[in-house]
C-alpha cells in the first residue's frame, strides 16, 4: 500500500480553489499592492507585512507522516474546510491589522506632537525665602566657636533662651562655690556663734548663703543682710572679679538678645512676591515680569531688586553644574533696579540677546526646567538694619501670555492699593515664537517699510511736479526744499 504526501505548496494551492481559504478571506491590507489597495497616504505612514497563517493541521500532519513512516490519514480538501475556522482567523488577521496601524500611524504620523514634559524640581529658595540647602559631614566645628556672637544669634529660640539661663545660672553658682570655700577656709563656719570673730562675709552660713551672696554681688541688689568685709583680702580680689566678669557677661548676653529681637527678618514677611511671574509683550518686545510690595507704611529705604536664573549646565570639557547661577538683568545699567517702593511695583526682564531665555518660545519654556530666584534687599527705616526679602519661581509658575492686573486706583486726594488683586492675573495676545524669531520678524518688516515707503514717496512727488509743470514757481520751491532731485547738471558740478 503506498502514501502519498502532499507538500506545503500543494496543499497552498489546493487552498486557492476554496472560497473559504485564508488569502481568500484575509484583509486587504495583506494583499499585494495594486492599483485596488493603494498605498496609505502620508509619508511617513509605515508599511505592514504579516506573515500569512497556516493551517496546524498540515504540519500536524506532516509530523506525524514523517514520524510514523505512514500515511497520515485521511485529509479533508481546503475546499470544504470548516467556515468557521476561516471566519476567526479573518477576524483575529484584521484585528491585528487595525491595531498595528492604529498604533504605527499615530506614532508617526506628521501631526502627532510629543506633550511637554513636566519634570518636578527642587526648589532652591522657598516661596518664603527659606533657602533649601542642608550643610552636612562638617568636620571643623571649632570654627563655629572663633564667632560665637554669630553663632549665638543665629541659634533658635528655645536654644538662645536655654543658653541665656545657663550663662548666668553657672556664673552665681560658680562664684557661690567659691565664696563658700573661703569662708570653709578660714574657719568661718566654725565660728558662727563666737561673737569676735570677724569673717570674710557677715552673715554667711552655707552653701545657699555663699549662693545668694554671689547673686547679690554680680546684679548689685545689694540687701544689705551679707556684706563683705575688710579682714579678707581675698574675698575684695574676687568681689572685684566677679564684678568684672558680670558686666561682660551681662554685655554679652544683653547683647545677643537685643540683636536677635531686632533682626530685620521679621520685616521681610511683609515684603510680598506675585505667586506668578508672566510674560507677555512690552513695547513690542517680550518680557519676564514679576510684582513687589511692601504691606507696611514705613518703607525700606535704598531698595534694590536682582534676579538670578538657576539651572543645570554642562561645559564643553563634560563637567556637570547641578545648580549654575546667571543673572538676569532687571534693570542694572538704567538704574531701574533702584527701587522707590511705596506701591507695589512690576519688575521688568526684558528678552534681548543677552538673556539666557533669547531663544526660548513658549513650548520650549514649558518644557524646561529652571528656577528663577528674585532677591529684595534694602534697609529699614526705623532701624537702619539691612533687610533681605527672596522668593522664586519654578517653570510651572511662568505665565505666558499675562498681564498683572491693577491694583492702584486714584481715589479722592489719595491713591489707593487693593491688594486683593495682587496675585491675579489675565491673559493678553502674546506670540509663542522666541523673542528671536520676534526681533527677526520685527527686522524683516522694517526693512520692508524703510524700502516701500520711499519708493511710493518718490512716485506722489514726482506725479506732484508733472502735474504743475517743469518750469512752474512750485516745482522750483519743491527743487529747492529737496523734495525733488536736482537736474543732472547741477548734481554733475
Known amino acids: 500500500m503506498y502514501c502519498t504526501h502532499s507538500t506545503d505548496a500543494e496543499t497552498e494551492a489546493e487552498g486557492h480553489k476554496g472560497t473559504h481559504s485564508p488569502r481568500a478571506t484575509r484583509h486587504p491590507a ?5 492599483p485596488a489597495y493603494p498605498s496609505p497616504a502620508g509619508p511617513l505612514t509605515r508599511q505592514i507585512f504579516i506573515k500569512p497563517l497556516q493551517d496546524p493541521r498540515r504540519h500536524r500532519g506532516a509530523r506525524r507522516g514523517a514520524a510514523g513512516g505512514g500515511c497520515p490519514g485521511p485529509r479533508r480538501p481546503a475546499g470544504v474546510r470548516s467556515a468557521r475556522t476561516d471566519a476567526a482567523v479573518a477576524v483575529a488577521v484584521a484585528v491585528a491589522v487595525a491595531v498595528a496601524m492604529a498604533q504605527e500611524n499615530a506614532a508617526f504620523s506628521p501631526g502627532a506632537e510629543e506633550p511637554p514634559r513636566r519634570r518636578g524640581r527642587q526648589r532652591y529658595v522657598e516661596k518664603d525665602g527659606r533657602c533649601n540647602v542642608q550643610h552636612g559631614n562638617v568636620r571643623e566645628t571649632y570654627r563655629y566657636l572663633t564667632d560665637l556672637f554669630t553663632t549665638l544669634v543665629d ?10 539661663v545657663l550663662a548666668y545660672a553657672l556664673t552665681w553658682l560658680f562664684f557661690g562655690a567659691i565664696w563658700w570655700l573661703i569662708a570653709y577656709g578660714r574657719g568661718d563656719l566654725e565660728h558662727l ?3 569676735a570673730w570677724t569673717p570674710c562675709v557677715n552673715n554667711l552660713n552655707g552653701f545657699v548663703a555663699a549662693f545668694l551672696f554671689s547673686i547679690e554681688t554680680e546684679t548689685t541688689i545689694g540687701y544689705g543682710h551679707r556684706v563683705i568685709t575688710d579682714q579678707c583680702p581675698e574675698g575684695i580680689v574676687l568681689l572685684l572679679l566677679q564684678a568684672i566678669l558680670g558686666s561682660m557677661v551681662n554685655a554679652f ?3 545677643c538678645m537685643f540683636v536677635k529681637i531686632s533682626q530685620p527678618n521679621k520685616r521681610a514677611a511683609t515684603l510680598v512676591f506675585s505667586s506668578h511671574a508672566v510674560v507677555s509683550l512690552r513695547d513690542g518686545r517680550l518680557c519676564l515680569m514679576f510684582r513687589v510690595g511692601d504691606l507696611r507704611s514705613s518703607h525700606i529705604v535704598e531698595a534694590s531688586i536682582r534676579a538670578k536664573l538657576i539651572r543645570s549646565r554642562q561645559t564643553l570639557e563634560g563637567e556637570f553644574i547641578p545648580l549654575h547661577q546667571t543673572d538676569l538683568s532687571v534693570g542694572f545699567d538704567t538704574g531701574d533696579d533702584r527701587l522707590f517702593l511705596v506701591s507695589p511695583l512690576v519688575i521688568s526682564h526684558e528678552i534681548d540677546a ?3 531665555f533669547w ?3 513658549r513650548r520650549a519654556l514649558e518644557r524646561d526646567d529652571f528656577e528663577i530666584v528674585v532677591i529684595l ?4 527705616e526705623a532701624t537702619g538694619m539691612t533687610c533681605q526679602a527672596r522668593s522664586s519661581y519654578l517653570v510651572d509658575e511662568v505665565l505666558w501670555g499675562h498681564r498683572f492686573t491693577s491694583v492702584l486706583t486714584l481715589e479722592d486726594g489719595f491713591y489707593e492699593v487693593d491688594y486683593a488683586s495682587f496675585h491675579e492675573t489675565f491673559e493678553v495676545p502674546t506670540p509663542s515664537c522666541s523673542a528671536r524669531e520676534l526681533a527677526e520678524a520685527a527686522a524683516r518688516l522694517d526693512a520692508h517699510l524703510y524700502w516701500s515707503i520711499p519708493s511710493r514717496l518718490d512716485e506722489k512727488v514726482e506725479e506732484e511736479g508733472a502735474g504743475e509743470g517743469a518750469g512752474g514757481e512750485a516745482g522750483a520751491d519743491k527743487e529747492q526744499n529737496g523734495c525733488l532731485p536736482p537736474p543732472e547738471s547741477e548734481s554733475k558740478v
Not at 541659634?155 to 541665656?164: A, M, N
Not at 534687599?377 to 529699614?380: A, D, I, K, L, S
Open 155 to 164: 541659634l533658635q529660640w528655645r536654644l538662645s533662651l536655654l543658653f541665656f
Open 30 to 34: 495583506l494583499a499585494p499592492r495594486s
Open 354 to 356: 543677552a538673556s539666557p
Open 193 to 195: 556663734e563666737d561673737t
Open 359 to 361: 531663544e526660548a518660545s
Open 253 to 255: 548676653m544683653v547683647g
Open 377 to 380: 534687599e534694602g534697609m529699614v
